[in-house]
């Protein structure tokens, strides 16, 4: 798949979370956490290129995609977006005819050394609120592991890394069949957006509040997730749910919990779907 069109699919989808009420987050609907709708738009269009430049490997791809970002805002946007976005858009530049399910398999699979150092290096520069220190797995020092390896270990307490373990099985596996399975009932997209990250929230602690907010807090917001979720589909009345929505947001934010990987997650699985959309159109 050519550049541009890999490039489009990346920004539709990051235009597409901030016009989604996705409560907790930033969107369009309301600002949050010291930063508005446009910082993220902006961070998008500074990152693609560089995320989507044909022939660069992934680690290349992360560190150009984040110094931009850097350079356009100074703050951290779009990190989490990037690591799970980069595979992808690696993937679809070498699918040929492949399933992009399958050559994001095979760019894990070939991910070398210098992947992980520039890796290490563009996520110590966005420098993601609850970092903290890792001890020998610090991203300030040189990598031991390559990164799939070093993603494995830190598996159990990053979703972000959890997916490059195990070849994004969750986004392919859940995720996307669940976005697909909206869109097919006839929700429109925006809705179907709304409806993606309210199921990953419910179904996973969000990685970013565990970081910062400890185990309790990540799963007190879960369960309101799930609680959320069974009263949007007793309101009938869409003006209702907008509301139901929106309170919850300003809740979150009035705690400064903003559930962060999973709106990650939402965004790459927004690309992947762009993107095999357009693989479908070119077949």
């Avoid at 976005?85 to 760019?107: M, T, Y």
């Amino acid at each position: 798949m050519a550049e541009a069109a890999i490039g489009a699919a990346f920004l539709a989808a990051c235009r597409l979370d901030v016009a989604a009420l996705k409560p907790g987050n930033v969107h369009h609907y309301a600002d949050g956490h010291g930063m508005r709708a446009e910082d993220f738009v902006a961070s998008a269009e500074a990152a693609a290129p560089a995320l989507c430049r044909d022939g660069r490997p992934l680690g290349r791809r992360l560190r150009d995609a984040v110094t931009a970002t850097r350079q356009a805002g100074g703050c951290n946007t779009n990190l989490g977006i990037l690591l799970l976005c980069a595979p992808l858009a690696l993937a679809a530049e070498r699918a040929c005819g492949d399933s992009l399910e399958r050559a994001v398999v095979e760019v894990l699979a070939g991910l070398d050394a210098e992947d992980a150092a520039l890796a290490y290096r563009a996520i110590a520069l966005a420098n993601p609120g609850g970092l903290g220190e890792a001890g020998e797995h610090d991203v300030r020092r040189p990598p031991r592991h390559g990164l799939v390896e070093a993603m494995a270990l830190a598996a159990p307490r990053d979703r972000i890394a959890r997916l490059y373990a195990e070849d994004f099985a969750d986004l392919f596996g859940f995720a996307l069949p669940l976005l697909r399975n909206r869109l097919e009932a006839g929700d429109d997209i925006e809705t179907a957006t709304t409806m993606l990250y309210l199921a990953l929230l419910a179904r996973w602690p969000d990685s970013h509040l565990l970081r910062k907010f400890g185990d309790s807090a990540a799963q007190s917001v879960t369960r309101e997730a799930a609680d959320l979720r069974i009263r949007l589909r007793a309101e009938p009345v869409a003006a209702n749910r907008h509301a139901l929505l929106l309170d919850w947001d300003k809740r979150l934010k009035q705690q400064g919990f903003n559930p962060g990987t999973s709106a990650d997650l939402t965004v790459a699985t927004l690309f992947a779907h762009g993107l095999m959309q357009m693989q479908e159109a070119l077949a």
